[in-house]
């Protein structure tokens, strides 16, 4: 069933890859830590990014997704999707805030684009230019509705509920989907453990705990995910909801089958560490060969572990 796909040393295999295409963005959501900062013209090109997803695709990876900052700042951003998309991926998809989703949508879709999640924590505008510091609910909601239009299915609303601040409006925001077609993902903000690195996740994580009993209780049908931690989906009249927790636990990493390449185009190995990255954009940069790259992708598949085991 997994021919063809390498596999890390705890027999993991590597089956999706994410490339942080660019962190810049046009937006400053007050949750977002900005890690890992690279200017504009540091970026990887569409060629580079090609050549990173042709090796991944050789050594059998079958998911690809493209994320930021915000992707769509990028005006290259369709040529990317094409370029990625001849080198047929079972699904490609793009995670975005939707500010010029509408702009794009049927480029993406026409280039080879699979599918789109978008963030967006709220329907009040008062509350969209608190959590953002911008203005652009009505652009956010314009490229949500473009992007159902020309099918790019399933759209996915990523909705990070933040106590105080929007745990009031997931109903509203499920009857929205509801309407459109799409589905929602309720995620749980970080908790953080220590106050003075960040104030806001301490003051308003919101545990989803009492939340997914109200929904076991109302669902028609339950559906947990195996292959990705056991995550579970809600499927209510017409609707659709999925609960996202945090990552750090035994679970997860067991069943981690994704690799990261970092905006200034390194290997990221693991989601939860910085200290064993591969270097890889360089090598591109000077000419190294395919099987030269894919050695390096191997090397990066080799650091991979669990970082929570279990007990």
Request: with cysteine; net charge negative.
């Amino acid at each position: 069933m997994l021919k063809n796909v390498v596999k890390d040393k705890y027999e993991r295999p590597i089956l999706s890859l994410r490339i942080t295409i660019t962190n810049r963005c046009n937006e400053n959501c007050i949750y977002c830590h900005h890690d890992g900062m690279v200017s504009s013209k540091d970026e990887m090109t569409p060629d580079e990014l090609y050549k990173i997803s042709k090796i991944a695709r050789k050594i059998g990876v079958k998911r690809m997704r493209l994320s930021g900052g915000d992707p769509l700042v990028r005006k290259d951003i369709v040529e990317i999707v094409e370029k990625i998309a001849s080198l047929d991926f079972n699904d490609i998809s793009l995670t975005t805030n939707g500010v010029l989703l509408e702009k794009y949508a049927k480029g993406l879709k026409d280039a080879g684009l699979d599918r789109v999640n978008v963030s967006l924590d709220t329907l009040n505008r008062d509350t969209y230019k608190y959590v953002t510091n911008m203005d652009y609910l009505n652009e956010a909601k314009s490229g949500i509705l473009k992007a159902v239009e020309v099918g790019l299915y399933p759209v996915k609303i990523n909705m990070v509920i933040m106590k105080d601040v929007n745990v009031h409006e997931i109903k509203d925001m499920f009857e929205f989907c509801k309407e459109h077609g799409i589905i929602l993902q309720l995620i749980e903000l970080i908790e953080s453990e220590n106050c003075e690195d960040d104030k806001f996740s301490a003051e308003h994580h919101y545990s989803l705990d009492s939340l997914e009993k109200k929904l076991t209780d109302m669902a028609d049908k339950v559906h947990e995910r195996k292959f990705m931690q056991g995550r579970k989906k809600y499927y209510i009249g017409e609707g659709e909801i999925e609960i996202v927790r945090p990552v750090d636990n035994a679970k997860f990493c067991a069943s981690c089958s994704r690799l990261r390449i970092t905006p200034d185009g390194k290997i990221k190995p693991c989601l939860l560490r910085n200290d064993n990255l591969v270097e890889l954009i360089s090598h591109i940069r000077n000419g190294k060969s395919e099987e030269e790259l894919e050695e390096l992708f191997i090397n990066g598949i080799n650091n991979r572990e669990p970082f929570n085991k279990e007990d």
